[in-house]
């Protein structure tokens, strides 16, 4: 099993510029790569998939248990080649201040995975080796086997820091991205990228690729990815495979909702669950014979004018959601679901309307963060929550989540979810492996009205 982490002394120091340029490096060697991303990220998933043209995966291990990410992570690595770990934030930053609390480092370990430390090196010589070597220190158990440099002025600087590190910490160093040439990808969703943008994306990556072979070593980085296969690992869920065969779930899919973890469609599918997707944007109509809908995240704000101008959508989603069709919808879902969006030029767009409230776009996170949920049904599940938005009620609403943000030095405690006939919509995204009961809640009120209907819709 070929395996490793792309781990970054801090955020923003070019781990994904550096990840994507090495998968890119090798799909265009023929090689197939299996991403993935520690954390509960969305955006940088969706250019993993860009470049590899393989479905990238979240391992987060505050959302999931350590048996759990080994087993999924076994899952979606077979028949692959070698897989490719980008971090999150720092390589110890998660939840907290614990070292095994959702960080890099954490699922490092859990996956038995060496790591590649990406070090923004400009303007710094000797005081490198200081920097990695208490990176190095500070947790024994993880494996850093390898450095790879960003910014660096050019090949004299590398020979500097290459000779420095390898004397000092016995380390290899794999290679350096320079910043001559500005090579890496902003964070921008995919999907807010016009199709008039998307061949300029091509030609970027491939320059990024070009770049990763010239200037990284990538035979060594494949040396140092050979590591311990996985011992295997029950599978989590298997006492609902096949238990909902026959259910059609529809699923909205487009620019607009895109926001999902591909380990939560699997599951679906895997418990007998036909997907069917569909566009809120283009399609006149949901699916036919559908027994719910899953909404996800997306940017239903920046698409606002073409939601609300597709008005037999917007009209049938709601008719069937009034007479009882179950639905689970999380964040740009919920302010679907809602009267209409304002947006962030204090534009008004109509939307759904199943809710009586409105969305409101900010320029501030209005809660960002993991945090614990528990429903009214008493189904304990974490979450993760990143919105700009909040929901303004027009009327007392049916809240079904209670919501706790454990923090350093204090817990903070609200009400959300909302609960109207058979749907429940919140802003946390909910990663299904964490609590099974969450997803099979779902499902069971989908074949309750199946019974009922005799057949779907």
């Given at each position: 099993?070929?395996?490793?982490?792309?781990?970054?002394?801090?955020?923003?120091?070019?781990?994904?510029?550096?990840?994507?340029?090495?998968?890119?490096?090798?799909?265009?060697?023929?090689?197939?790569?299996?991403?993935?991303?520690?954390?509960?990220?969305?955006?940088?998933?969706?250019?993993?998939?860009?470049?590899?043209?393989?479905?990238?995966?979240?391992?987060?291990?505050?959302?999931?248990?350590?048996?759990?990410?080994?087993?999924?992570?076994?899952?979606?690595?077979?028949?692959?080649?070698?897989?490719?770990?980008?971090?999150?934030?720092?390589?110890?930053?998660?939840?907290?201040?614990?070292?095994?609390?959702?960080?890099?480092?954490?699922?490092?370990?859990?996956?038995?995975?060496?790591?590649?430390?990406?070090?923004?090196?400009?303007?710094?010589?000797?005081?490198?080796?200081?920097?990695?070597?208490?990176?190095?220190?500070?947790?024994?158990?993880?494996?850093?086997?390898?450095?790879?440099?960003?910014?660096?002025?050019?090949?004299?600087?590398?020979?500097?820091?290459?000779?420095?590190?390898?004397?000092?910490?016995?380390?290899?160093?794999?290679?350096?991205?320079?910043?001559?040439?500005?090579?890496?990808?902003?964070?921008?969703?995919?999907?807010?990228?016009?199709?008039?943008?998307?061949?300029?994306?091509?030609?970027?990556?491939?320059?990024?690729?070009?770049?990763?072979?010239?200037?990284?070593?990538?035979?060594?980085?494949?040396?140092?990815?050979?590591?311990?296969?996985?011992?295997?690992?029950?599978?989590?869920?298997?006492?609902?495979?096949?238990?909902?065969?026959?259910?059609?779930?529809?699923?909205?899919?487009?620019?607009?909702?895109?926001?999902?973890?591909?380990?939560n469609l699997q599951l679906m599918e895997e418990t007998g669950v036909k997907l069917l997707p569909f566009?809120?944007?283009?399609?006149?109509?949901?699916?036919?014979?559908?027994?719910?809908?899953?909404?996800?995240?997306?940017?239903?704000?920046?698409?606002?004018?073409?939601?609300?101008?597709?008005?037999?959508?917007?009209?049938?989603?709601?008719?069937?959601?009034?007479?009882?069709?179950?639905?689970?919808?999380?964040?740009?879902?919920?302010?679907?679901?809602?009267?209409?969006?304002?947006?962030?030029?204090?534009?008004?767009?109509?939307?759904?309307?199943?809710?009586?409230?409105?969305?409101?776009?900010?320029?501030?996170?209005?809660?960002?963060?993991?945090?614990?949920?528990?429903?009214?049904?008493?189904?304990?599940?974490?979450?993760?929550?990143?919105?700009?938005?909040?929901?303004?009620?027009?009327?007392?609403?049916?809240?079904?989540?209670?919501?706790?943000?454990?923090?350093?030095?204090?817990?903070?405690?609200?009400?959300?979810?909302?609960?109207?006939?058979?749907?429940?919509?919140?802003?946390?995204?909910?990663?299904?492996?964490?609590?099974?009961?969450?997803?099979?809640?779902?499902?069971?009120?989908?074949?309750?009205?199946?019974?009922?209907?005799?057949?779907?819709?």
């Amino acid at each position: 099993m070929k395996k490793v982490v792309i781990a970054g002394t801090h955020s923003g120091c070019g781990k994904t510029t550096v990840s994507l340029g090495i998968m890119a490096a090798f799909t265009k060697k023929g090689k197939k790569v299996s991403p993935f991303k520690v954390g509960p990220d969305y955006i940088d998933p969706g250019f993993h998939q860009f470049v590899t043209g393989n479905f990238s995966y979240n391992l987060d291990s505050y959302l999931l248990d350590s048996d759990t990410i080994r087993y999924l992570f076994n899952k979606s690595t077979c028949g692959t080649d070698i897989s490719i770990i980008e971090g999150v934030m720092g390589m110890y930053d998660g939840f907290g201040t614990e070292k095994d609390n959702g960080s890099t480092a954490h699922v490092a370990k859990i996956i038995k995975a060496p790591v590649v430390l990406v070090v923004e090196a400009k303007a710094m010589s000797s005081s490198v080796a200081a920097l990695i070597m208490g990176y190095m220190m500070y947790d024994r158990d993880v494996e850093i086997k390898g450095v790879i440099f960003n910014q660096v002025s050019g090949q004299k600087h590398y020979d500097m820091l290459k000779s420095i590190v390898e004397r000092e910490l016995k380390i290899k160093c794999l290679g350096y991205l320079p910043n001559k040439e500005d090579i890496s990808l902003k964070s921008r969703h995919l999907g807010l990228i016009p199709a008039q943008e998307a061949k300029e994306l091509n030609k970027k990556v491939d320059r990024l690729a070009e770049f990763t072979e010239d200037y990284v070593d990538l035979d060594a980085l494949e040396d140092i990815a050979n590591a311990e296969d996985l011992k295997p690992v029950n599978n989590p869920a298997e006492s609902i495979m096949s238990e909902y065969k026959g259910l059609k779930i529809g699923v909205a899919m487009d620019k607009a909702f895109s926001f999902y973890y591909h380990h939560n469609l699997q599951l679906m599918e895997e418990t007998g669950v036909k997907l069917l997707p569909f566009s809120p944007i283009s399609d006149s109509k949901v699916p036919d014979k559908i027994d719910g809908l899953y909404i996800g995240g997306g940017f239903p704000e920046v698409f606002g004018e073409e939601l609300e101008e597709n008005v037999s959508m917007r009209e049938n989603i709601k008719s069937f959601l009034d007479k009882g069709l179950p639905a689970y919808a999380e964040c740009g879902g919920l302010m679907y679901l809602t009267k209409g969006i304002v947006d962030l030029q204090g534009k008004y767009h109509d939307m759904v309307g199943f809710f009586n409230a409105e969305s409101v776009m900010t320029d501030k996170l209005n809660h960002f963060g993991y945090v614990d949920i528990e429903t009214k049904s008493g189904i304990k599940i974490r979450g993760h929550e990143f919105h700009r938005s909040y929901v303004k009620e027009n009327e007392k609403l049916d809240y079904y989540y209670n919501i706790t943000k454990h923090r350093e030095d204090f817990t903070d405690c609200w009400k959300g979810g909302l609960m109207k006939n058979n749907v429940i919509a919140g802003y946390p995204h909910i990663h299904f492996y964490s609590n099974l009961d969450f997803l099979k809640e779902f499902l069971n009120r989908c074949v309750k009205l199946k019974k009922i209907l005799g057949g779907g819709r």
